[in-house]
């Protein structure tokens, strides 16, 4: 880097940029977010944090240049790996083996749809690094687009995000049996991908029975062999629940399983979970939330406090350094998509707070 | 080949081994089947006839030594390229271009799920031949397991095919928008995977509803972007329907679409319908089933006629070439499974009337 930053990349690609305000300092604030997306990501979801995150430290550092000693702590910006969890599955990869949520090995293993481990994939690409951050992370700020339109809808400029919903993630096995298409009888067969489809159907409407606003979800799919002749004998499924309230969660999920384990049986299919994450609901630092609020308030653009159905670095590194997350608009709250779109004025303003916030966390006494 | 066959590759990788019993004839009978197989395949599906033909063609061969001028034609054996269309659709490509009724040109330009085109594929290994068959061919028999159990359970050795059953292979593509699965209310959802899931299920339902013996099959499914946090934007299903009567096959799938139509619109998903083929029940060459059954008949085996299910390179010859089709039993039915087997005694029976119905091919006056 050309910036004056010193470049740390640590053994799970973590990128780090640091600048050192306050030599004396063992102390570090992180900024930052990812870079990754997804196939059909847009341009914001996560590059916004990152090159709002490189600029406010560029910002901070030049204030400092004027105030020698107002920097009590040193900053860093910070590019995630695998937030997404596109290819590699579990996401937030970076930040959980970042805080010791995940092992480094587990991380290694993960294997995408071809077999390809992220250990191999990282060396692939130069990417294990052996520069780990070695400063002591105090806080961590992440600037963010809010991907739903909450904002929006309501006219407002920031949110500071206090709380996440809980998440939990159930990959399941549907087993059944190949065999020919063309000549075996329909009440012979074991159709895993049929059981598959009947499961993903249950899924939307067991929501829809909760009535209480969970968003669920079956996006990745994989069958075997996939081939047209052949009655699908094994495939997979990635299924996801979301609510604020653990209980919604709990009640959807168990009439769930309790429901394809019966209509798959009555098809010969077998049912067995691979995966079963719950990634809790979080609640992010107070005082960030206060310090948002603040400096939103200060800057007179309109806030609000959110919690977030959508997982992100920031409540994975909440486990270990108090962290705070801020929201600007999404256009119709739509990501994951090429017509994503946050107007500039918005973002800059979502820069101006973050700015203010990385300033006061870096020079303030306690 | 060390055989003392001549071997000629064509166009479309089609390979022959030609044995010259009749120097002064340009007609060849054909013998074969076909080496590919899916990737859940037994041991017996096509490799059986090639390998029985490789042996039928030495005998014949040898019986023509010590009556050299009973040979009226030559012989060949030949291994047909991708007739199971497991990687590259449609399948029976090699004896489709063969007849003429599929261009060299579309099936090079067939691509697989990666997009590699079958073109490149038979350059990448050396199969675009340069050596057609150059004589004039006048039968095709094919000698294949059954892949169902019409023999096993009616205790018969031996059955002459003589008409298929016909196939619609409708491919279909359900087109709904990328979003956030954290993040998008279920009613803003627009799921292709969900859509291709419910049509999965109403195609077993209106085989059910018409209770004419149908088979149909949802067996390959490609889906975009294919990632746990997206919503699916962009659903392909390869659906199939097959019954001898053409009309019920009519009324199942013109139900079905209409249907899948309607329920995709109920979640805001478009139906669309890439490829609509229709395989029609094909007649096999009487002279050929006649000659089947004396040969069985001579040789004390209990044979019977039969209709198949499933499509074969003697139903795609026939379009030009008079052909036939001989089945020994599959246990239980069962094919593209790794169980798939038919004991030794019963594929012996088959390659002796194989050998018996070449015989008499070759040294036939008419």
Redesign the interface.
């Known amino acids: 880097m050309d910036r004056g930053l010193t470049p740390k990349i640590d053994a799970i690609g973590n990128q780090f940029g640091v600048a050192t305000l306050a030599p004396a300092s063992a102390d570090v604030v992180l900024v930052g977010s990812h870079l990754d997306s997804?196939?059909?990501?847009g341009r914001y979801d996560g590059v916004y944090g990152v090159l709002a995150g490189l600029l406010a430290v560029e910002a901070v550092k030049a204030r400092c240049l004027d105030k020698p000693a107002a920097a009590r702590r040193n900053l860093a910006v910070v590019n995630w790996t695998n937030e997404?969890?596109?290819r590699f599955?579990p996401?937030l990869t970076g930040s959980s083996v970042f805080t010791g949520a995940l092992s480094l090995e587990d991380a290694y293993a993960c294997a995408d749809?071809e077999g390809t481990t992220l250990g191999e994939a990282l060396s692939a690409i130069g990417y294990l690094g052996t520069t780990p951050l070695d400063k002591n992370p105090v806080r961590y700020v992440e600037l963010h687009v809010?991907?739903?339109d909450s904002l929006e809808k309501s006219s407002t400029d920031i949110a500071a995000v206090f709380h996440s919903w809980t998440?939990r993630?159930i990959s399941v096995i549907f087993e059944g049996?190949?065999?020919?298409?063309?000549?075996?009888?329909?009440a012979?067969r074991r159709?895993a991908?049929?059981a598959?489809?009947?499961?993903?159907?249950a899924l939307?409407q067991e929501?829809?029975n909760e009535n209480a606003?969970?968003?669920?979800?079956?996006?990745?799919?994989s069958?075997?062999?996939?081939?047209?002749?052949?009655?699908?004998?094994r495939v997979r499924v990635?299924f996801?629940i979301?609510h604020e309230d653990e209980a919604v969660i709990s009640a959807i999920s168990d009439r769930f399983l309790r429901r394809i384990e019966r209509e798959s049986a009555d098809i010969k299919v077998a049912v067995s979970i691979a995966v079963d994450e719950r990634r809790l609901g979080t609640a992010l630092d107070p005082d960030g939330v206060a310090l948002i609020l603040s400096a939103a308030a200060d800057l007179g653009f309109k806030a609000m406090t959110l919690k977030?159905?959508?997982?992100h670095d920031a409540l994975a590194i909440q486990k270990c350094v108090p962290s705070s997350l801020i929201f600007v608009p999404s256009q119709g709250?739509?990501?994951?998509?090429?017509r994503e779109f946050t107007a500039p004025e918005a973002l800059d303003k979502g820069y101006a707070v973050l700015t203010e916030v990385l300033w006061n966390m870096v020079t303030a006494k306690e």
């Not at 049996?177 to 329909?186: A, E, K, L, R």
């Not at 069958?223 to 004998?233: E, R």
């Not at 977030?308 to 997982?311: A, D, K, Q, V």
């Not at 709250?333 to 090429?338: D, E, Q, R, Y």
């Open positions: 997804q196939p059909t990501g997404e969890g596109a599955q996401s749809g809010e991907q739903a998440t993630k049996d190949y065999s020919h298409t063309g000549s075996t009888p329909m012979l159709d991908l049929r598959a489809g009947r499961a993903i159907e939307y929501v829809a606003g969970a968003h669920a979800a079956a996006a990745r799919i069958v075997y062999p996939n081939s047209p002749n052949v009655v699908a004998g990635w996801e979301r977030t159905s959508i997982g709250g739509l990501s994951h998509n090429p």
